[in-house]
């Protein structure tokens, strides 16, 4: 296992402080208007619910040029007397340093599973630096199931409203949960809480000069963590809030990065998830509560249109790959009016599956095969939300349970297709 | 009579002696020719079993080279067509090799050009099969990074920048093979530079109307047609 390089005074630090019982970690990258408030959640929240506990933030920079590290540096706490019952009996340490390897969220990470072995954590959390949401409920919610509990892994469970996540729903969430059967609702939330053991896990793997570095870190850890049998569970956290992606990342890059880490995953667990059956729960901890989510105005006539221009430039690529039964469903699809369009769940479940299997046959190079689902996505996308304009939340819900239904009810086809490489 | 004799039996004693010196190189001939096309023969048998293990075929289809050959009537799989090319280069080969070693100034000559020549037959399939990859992938990303874009002239670009493509990668490997590489040279440039003014003829002048259309189509409905939108993707 090669280790992080880390600047001498990091390793001072870290010397220094020794041993902890809570590591969190914040990777960052420009972030010096929201970073403040988040540290600020996680001092109160590491001070109202383990105030006892030894606990460090680190905070794992990409070479950010806004002043992100300085502001964790020089941050203040927060007013314990107005917040707080009691007072901290241990003082929380926090390292700021800027990383080294491959510029990416995954770097970020491996700093920080590398310092929480270093100082023999318990349990650690890591949260996004643009977080504007956060409350300090979060460090409770994300820690204590992993040192009262005995989990080794807490996903987050978001209030988010029903067209939101659109990529988490149509494609990562019924995908996760019918390959490794656990019912983890936000596998790529990117606010996770993790044991020593995992994060040492995390650390001992192979992937650090691979796509996990930059990015597809997320359902990664997800993924390793179920595929390779550690205690799962999930915490609702109320609603996810943050500052807006990076505008220079379209639609089509981040399909590919998501998509890809997760067929990539499906290559590496094949031997775990081909034999798996259903699905099941996993314990979830906290109150779910509803969220006041403002109204998001959709048009869904673009996404059609894209869709349907899609279609036709496209249509060869989509051929090949899903085959002339399927394809032809698709050209039927784009004939219809928008007022008639609907993307069945038993057709995205096949385009998905097929993608998949396209992408295991290495039919296209990934990228071009990956971004070339990008219209059909769109389609299904206007499909659910045509669907799901005047439902409730709750109703909502229950469309992307029935999708899940589906992805699980045709895994046979997923196999038997993977299998006769 | 002795002269008379002598006259007649010198001739044959001529051609004995070229005999003599002929039939060994005919029998080295057909010896290096027999193994050449046995040893062709078991390369061909080699590369076509290697070829099936790494699927080959399939590869093919993929890249599109089956249906290439299939347009141009060769109707056998592509890991027998290719087993077979090699094995006719490499009797071909092998009937220069044997043919040298009859020893005559003018076949050798024949022989020594063929060989010089050789390398740039290779050179000139090796950029025909590069650019034909090449061309392919490049527009397949530009057709997909342009539909994506919601360009719906996408596959009409991407079409036209593989044959521009392909028309570059034809003239180089031509130039290559030293068949009039003047013409060549002229005719490409003519050719190429011919399509890119008859476009801005069209585009400037003749179709001034269909080219605001299509300028005002792309440029107004692209930004309402970005894949930018207020719902959170991921």
Redesign the interface.
Known sequence: MNTVTLRSETRAQIEKINQTDIVVGIPSFNNAKTIAHVVRAVQAGLGKYFPSLRAVIINSDGGSKDGTKEIVESSTGPDFNSILLNHRVEPVSRIAFSYTGIPGKGSAFRSIFEIASSLTARACVVVDADLRSITPEWMEMLIKPVLENGFDFVAPLYSRHKFDGTITNSIVYPLTRTLYGKRIRQPIGGDFGFSGKLAGFFLSKDVWDTEVARFGIDIWMTTTAIANSFKVAQSFLGAKIHDAKDPGLDLSDMLYQVVSALFNLMENYSDTWLPLEGSQAVPTFGFEYAVGLEHIPVTTSRMLENFRDGLFNLGDIWQTILGPGDFGEIQRLGALKNEDFVFGVNLWTRVIFDFAIAFHRRKLPAQQLIKSLTPLYLGKTASFINRARDMTAIEAEAEIEKLCMEFEQNKKYLVMHWENK | MTNLLEMVIEPLEQVFLKFQVFLPNFVAMLIILLTGIFFAWLVKLILQKFLKAVKFD?WSD?MGFTSVMRKGEIWAKPSVALGRAVFWLLVIVTVMISLSSLDYETLNKLIVSFFEYLPRVFTAVLILFTGYVLSG?IS??M??????????Y??LISKAARVLLMLMILAMSMEQLQIAPGIVLAAFSILFGGIVAALSIAFGVGGIDAARRVIEKESTENP???????????
Do not use: V
């Open positions: 399939s993929r992938f397949r990303a057709l997909i990074a342009m539909a994506n874009a919601g360009y719906h996408a596959k309402k047609k970005s894949n930018k939108d207020n719902i959170e993707h991921i």
